[in-house]
């Protein structure tokens, strides 16, 4: 069981990126798939989840408006499009999965990706 998350990367203030998590060995249509995001010195923090029920997506306020958390199941992937970043963004981003049908908080997460570094220079 596996969550791979694409590379981050170098991005301008005002710039976009955009994230791909690819899950396997898992009923990828069962989970709710979530990003979350952690600063240096600072908490992991929740940014977006998008439910295996109905496909509800779920934002934080600072991202709301600016990311679009999508998924497809037939490939078993996510994606996270960030717009407009600042650098107020930057952190590793996480994702993960929940068999919750919605998930803002870490406790609900039972997989883990490995983190991917996005850095939003000014």
């Known amino acids: 069981v596996q969550l791979q998350a694409s590379r981050g990367g170098l991005v301008q203030a005002g710039g976009s990126l955009r994230l791909s998590c690819a899950a396997s060995g898992l009923t990828f249509s069962r989970y709710t798939m979530g990003w979350f995001r952690q600063a240096p010195g600072k908490e992991r923090e929740f940014v977006a989840a998008?439910?295996?029920?109905?496909?509800?997506?779920y934002y934080a306020d600072s991202v709301k408006g600016r990311f679009t958390f999508s998924r497809d199941n037939a490939k078993n992937t996510v994606y996270l499009q960030m717009n407009n970043l600042n650098s107020e963004d930057t952190a590793v981003y996480y994702c993960?999965?929940?068999?919750?049908?919605?998930?803002?908080?870490?406790?609900?997460?039972?997989?883990w990706g490995q983190g991917t570094l996005v850095t939003v220079s000014s």
């Open positions: 998008i439910s295996w029920w109905r496909g509800g997506t």
């Open positions: 993960a999965a929940s068999t919750s049908s919605n998930g803002r908080s870490l406790r609900q997460y039972v997989l």
